[in-house]
């Protein structure tokens, strides 16, 4: 029996077609800007197996903030994509060249990032 092509490329994509993480919240306690999530999220996640996909915010202000994990999804590893940077100098720096470096690889950012050569390379973890 053939196929239809239409049908056949349904299936086909069915079979090849990546697994998509699964993202959920997580209660962080209070967080109090970027620099904080950055420091508490990826313990949270981490603590759970899963990995900080860079989001989080405020559910009750001054005591209550959720970090947004991710488990799952095809080739996900706790380490992800080291991209170079070039020199990132904290985290604020990270903020703003990293997501974009992920993005143009066709990546999103994990929230991580870790200086590999004193005031010259750095690196951005993607996945």
Not at 54 to 60: F, L, S
Not at 103 to 111: A, E, K, M, R, V
């Given at each position: 029996?053939r196929?239809?092509f239409?049908l056949a490329?349904?299936l086909?994509l069915?079979?090849?077609?990546?697994?998509?993480a699964?993202?959920?919240?997580?209660e962080a306690?209070?967080?109090?800007?970027?620099a904080?999530?950055?420091?508490k999220c990826p313990?949270?996640c981490?603590?759970?197996?899963?990995?900080w996909n860079?989001?989080?915010?405020?559910?009750?202000q001054?005591?209550?903030?959720v970090?947004?994990?991710?488990?799952?999804?095809?080739?996900?590893?706790s380490s992800?994509k080291?991209?170079?940077?070039?020199?990132?100098?904290?985290?604020?720096?990270?903020q703003n060249?990293c997501?974009?470096?992920c993005?143009?690889?066709?990546?999103?950012?994990?929230?991580q990032w870790k200086?590999?050569i004193?005031g010259?390379?750095?690196?951005?973890?993607c996945?």
């Open positions: 029996m196929l239809p239409s490329l349904i086909s069915a079979v090849t077609a990546p697994v998509q699964a993202s959920y919240n997580v306690g209070p967080i109090w800007n970027n904080d999530a950055q420091s313990r949270v981490g603590g759970l197996g899963a990995n860079g989001q989080w915010h405020t559910t009750r001054g005591e209550m903030s970090c947004s994990c991710e488990k799952g999804g095809s080739g996900s590893t992800g080291a991209i170079e940077a070039g020199p990132i100098w904290n985290n604020a720096d990270a060249k997501p974009g470096i993005f143009g690889n066709g990546l999103s950012w994990s929230g200086t590999t004193q010259q390379m750095s690196v951005c973890e996945r």
